[in-house]
């Protein structure tokens, strides 16, 4: 009997099952594959939904305590609504404040700043990746705090300059300095401390470098320092502290002393450059538009109110 065509009948039984059996395999893998995809996108969905609602209830907290505070430093009596005359289009804290998503997208954002504004204190103070985490964790902590009281403030027509906004302030910052210090110790928080008071101003620095170079005048390392001190001693410092405002700079000064440490192409560069940081500030030309348009504002009312404080008519 000639068994040939019954073994090749066999033979391809057998890798016709194998077929189907690596093929079942497979399809098992990717099914596998694909639900564990879908399980970490649903904890990304679940983390952030967690996110949102903690933000949500911190912000109402923070309301709430405000409202509180204003209360008692008002001897019980609500503090004033803001007098408008309409209501005012909604800014940018109101369209955050009602919206989590964007949000969560802004601190995002701003976490990927933080690697190159604070990456030179991270080296110097030799921070592992884990002790990284915590710092940029306590510092995006207190930025959505500031973010939430401010919201609050808006809400209620409660001035940044108001007793009972200024003391929930300065308890998120007291929160800050002592979650820092326990995290670096009193030498590293000391060090902290030196960097930030120049940390905008390096940011401003840094974002000119960047322009510089595409304009073909690169800044070394050593201009860069010498034009983040001239910016320091140039600027007027925030009210009761030592933190220079990188709005009230004296671009004038900055020019001339840049003159020393700067080519003329690279002063000339600088001179018609707007230099904004990360965070928006520092720059030279919209806040000399905005002085000035507060003092023709500032003029006006003078000129349209009589010696005994009453607008002529």
């Not at 601190?107 to 504004?117: E, K």
């Not at 207190?142 to 001035?159: C, K, L, M, Y």
């Not at 800044?219 to 320091?232: F, I, N, S």
Request: proline content about 6%.
């Amino acid at each position: 009997m000639n068994t040939r065509p019954v073994l090749l009948a066999a033979g391809v039984v057998v890798v016709f099952c194998v077929g189907i059996a690596w093929n079942a395999a497979r399809q098992t893998r990717l099914m596998e594959s694909e639900r564990a995809v879908l399980a970490e996108q649903h904890r990304q969905l679940e983390d952030r939904l967690r996110s949102a609602e903690k933000r949500k209830a911190r912000a109402e907290k923070s309301r709430a305590d405000l409202q509180e505070s204003a209360d008692r430093l008002h001897n019980g009596k609500p503090a004033a609504a803001s007098k408008t005359a309409a209501p005012s289009p909604p800014n940018i804290q109101q369209i955050l404040r009602d919206n989590p998503t964007l949000q969560n997208l802004q601190f995002a954002a701003r976490r990927a700043q933080l690697s190159i504004t604070y990456g030179p204190l991270y080296r110097s103070l030799h921070l592992s990746p884990t002790q990284i985490e915590k710092f940029e964790q306590n510092l995006l902590h207190r930025e959505e705090q500031q973010s939430d009281i401010f919201a609050a403030a808006q809400a209620q027509g409660i001035s940044t300059g108001d007793p009972a906004y200024q003391q929930l302030a300065k308890q998120i910052e007291n929160e800050y300095q002592s979650a820092q210090r326990e995290l670096l110790g009193d030498a590293g928080a000391r060090e902290l401390r030196d960097y930030d008071r120049f940390s905008v101003l390096r940011e401003i620095v840094s974002g000119l470098a960047g322009a510089d170079a595409m304009a073909g005048t690169p800044l070394d390392a050593a201009q860069a320092e010498q034009l983040v001190g001239t910016l320091a001693r140039s600027a007027r410092p925030f009210p009761n502290t030592d933190y220079p405002d990188p709005n009230k700079i004296n671009w004038s000064r900055v020019a001339e002393q840049a003159k020393t440490f700067l080519r003329p192409d690279q002063l000339t560069f600088i001179e018609t450059t707007e230099p904004r940081g990360p965070r928006g500030s520092g720059g030279r030309f919209m806040p000399a538009l905005q002085a000035a348009m507060a003092a023709a504002a500032a003029d006006d009312a003078k000129k349209n109110t009589d010696p005994t404080g009453t607008a002529s008519q």
